[in-house]
DNA sequence: TTGTACGCGTTATCAC
DNA sequence: GTGATAACGCGTACAA
């Protein structure tokens, strides 16, 4: 369609330039391979002088890897999601490879079939469960596929998680350990298994203490979504404690209705715990109580496996620790 | 280096398994060629046995168009730059082209480089300056070039720019319309165009109003930034009644400051507006006066631009409009 | 409608 | 160290 456009520079139009051999040029840009100076210089000084850079389109064409990695996610523009991928991004970028990244919101299959269209190396799944057919279409066409916290018993891909229940537990004691007997967890309708993997195990590990949780769930994972849970939760006289919100951004909002809309004083009257630590976290209007996720951590543990030699693919399954944040919203006893 | 991985499946195989051409397969997934419908069925079956996914990295070659458009940009994971880059890569997606994302805090150079050699149709710069030789040579090689929020005078590219002056003129008029007189701006030390803008722009309009302004710059473009230039400001006991923020997050830093280091009431003894309209400047904490850039009109624009026949290519020049958005943080009057 | 042959820009292999 | 040649997977002009 957009046929009459000038055309990018070939490794022929520079070989012509220079006087020398196309495989000239080629070698010149192949590390460790065999040039004299000479040559080397004229390449150079042709290629500059054209603008020539490689075609990695043609190159991926040869060598069994284009470099790039697809990064499939929704709701990207989230705190959380925007650091992950950020931190993905660069480390991808300083391993030599490439991110393309997938909107999957609209469409898990449409976004995982440009995946393959595009022949990347490794396809990093950030959100939405894909069919487990294309998983194996992937895993057979020798994509890396690398679900990051699905906790969904999917065969086949590589799985990194974060420790969802170990967080959830700590959170516990750490209520405890502050006093809070009245429980509740404030989660969205969105039924990420993140999400519920926090949710469950938080409940358990209160019943084991002959703890009841009340448990409220409303609207997407955001803002609005936890000040709403408040509002849920706040109104009888009897109100929890003690309460943890499975995102930062549901504390945030939880935290706003709570002081603005019933006056309760934080953590005297009501002891917060939120989790992925977002920057607003650290605001001191909030200064709350958090789950960090190492994202470093995770994302170098992508890159790894996004670039390490292709053989026996066995599937993995990381847990990515998750220390808690201590600051202002949990009495300190 | 990754040899020993299975290949992905190509063409050909679709077509012995098929029993017809390798063209036959081609046309089958090209719009608009004609096939029989016998054919096509039995190429369809055969490929979603094999998994098959046409190479767009091959057709790239072919064809002008790799449907590959890059953004690069740095600090991706604020909350503005992040929703810019969702907007995007959803527009592009939608354009059916693939966004493919690179960083460019450590090196624009080399990130520009990247685009040219994956054969990017167009490369969208959100932040950084790129040296004018590179942008010729993307230009040369017939690679559109989009720059977003560069008040640099660059000729060459499409430039589109967030109406800056527009805006601090508005701000200027909201404070006094509030009574204010004693005015102030938060700025950093970026040096960033469009900030700097703003700056200059408020400054000057305040002058032919016979006002002076008191700048402060601080550090990053961050909430501790708008923290610093707060206890700047507020110290002296004639401190400012108005303040422009050049951005929300120094706007969020400020008013957190402002309230909670020296007991200020917003907007009754300050006003404040910021700009961007961050997801947190709607947040009951703040409810924050700001400017509302219409990313989606931004997004479409560069979509427009990216996807457009490529014929004169003369540097467009546009203005993207930048309404207020009056929530609680100026005074009514 | 279908198949054959060629070219897109690379790199790897092989003689020289 | 260098240059010819084959091959990668695909689209398409051409002939059938």
Redesign the pocket.
Known sequence: MDKPRK??????Q?AELA?????????T??PG????E???KRVISASEKLG????H???G???QSSGIVCLVAADTDTPYMSRMIRMLVRSLQQAGKVAMVLESSENVDHALRQTLNYRADATVVLSGTPPQSLIRTCLDNGQRLILINRDDQLSGPHNLSLDNRGAASAALRALLGAGCRRLALVNSEAGTPSLMTRERAFVEEAEKEGLEVVVTRNGHTSYEAGALGARRLLSSREHPDGVFCVTDLLACGFMDAARQEFGLTIPDQLSVIGFDDIEQAGWSSYRLTTFSPNVAALAGRVVELATMAGGAEESHRDLIEVPLVRRDTVRQS
Chains 1, 2 share one sequence.
Request: glycine fraction near 2%.
């Open positions: 055309a990018f520079t070939s490794a022929k520079v006087g020398v051999s196309r495989s000239a040029v080629s070698r840009f192949t391979a065999s040039v004299s000479e040559t080397r020539y850079h490689v075609n389109l043609a190159r064409l040869l060598r």
